[in-house]
T-cell receptor, first 114, second 116 residues
């Protein structure tokens, strides 16, 4: 079975500071990994995804994530936080099965302080 | 704009009432799914469909029914609402070309349901 653990339900950073949101996964086969962002009262939208082409994945809005198989991690980073980054972030894992279902982590709410 | 449309955005039900959450997409996606979002639990898959006439259960299917008569529509039915079904519901779709697990889901804006 696959699962995702996001460490820290709330993260607060100052504007301009490094953003680091942690995600660890467990999967019996090489996974596909995703980060989605949810702004208040909206649906989820894709930030980036890992599909084994490259271990460092760049996404939208300056975010990137690095797949580390030895650590079973897929942490999300951004060098300099902006006020508009305040949102909830979800890590998700999928295997290539007929269900095409994503298993989501519990989410991390990012606050950006001025 | 192309995307996934969910209606209604908000709904309040009494225990035992029935209702249908509507979901429509105009991207010709074969795959559609319903998730529920609860605080501290992320999103959990309720039901999914890989094409018209084909549906299957997800992680938390009890209390919900679905059908898929057209490619565009995938309604979610609550036959007898319970307070435990108070949640935010998201419909999502994707194409089925290429490696299935890598397909990106497009989400609707959500439907907030309260069952009293």
């Amino acid at each position: 079975a696959q699962s995702v653990t996001q460490l820290g339900s709330h993260v607060s950073v100052s504007e301009g500071a490094l953003v680091l949101l942690r995600c660890n996964y467990s999967s019996s086969v090489p996974p596909y990994l995703f980060w989605y962002v949810q702004y208040p009262n909206q649906g989820l939208q894709l930030l980036l995804k890992y599909t084994s082409a490259a271990t460092l994945v760049k996404g939208i809005n300056g975010f990137e994530a690095e797949f580390k198989k030895s650590e079973t991690s897929f942490h999300l980073t951004k060098p300099s936080a902006h006020m508009s980054d305040a949102a909830e972030y979800f890590c998700a894992v999928s295997m290539d099965t007929g269900r095409r279902a994503l298993t989501f982590g519990s989410g991390t709410r990012l606050q950006v302080q001025p | 704009n192309a995307g996934v449309t969910q209606t209604p955005k908000f709904q309040v039900l009494k225990t035992g009432q029935s209702m249908t959450l509507q979901c429509a997409q105009d991207m010709n996606h074969e795959y559609m799914s319903w998730y529920r979002q609860d605080p501290g639990m992320g999103l959990r898959l309720i039901h999914y469909s890989v094409g018209a006439g084909i549906t299957d259960q997800g992680e938390v299917p009890n209390g919900y029914n679905v059908s898929r008569s057209t490619t565009e529509d995938f309604p979610l039915r609550l036959l007898s609402a319970a307070p435990s079904q108070t949640s935010v519901y998201f419909c999502a779709s994707s194409s089925t070309t290429g490696a299935g697990g890598a397909n990106v889901l497009t989400f609707g804006a959500g439907s907030r349901l309260t069952v009293l």
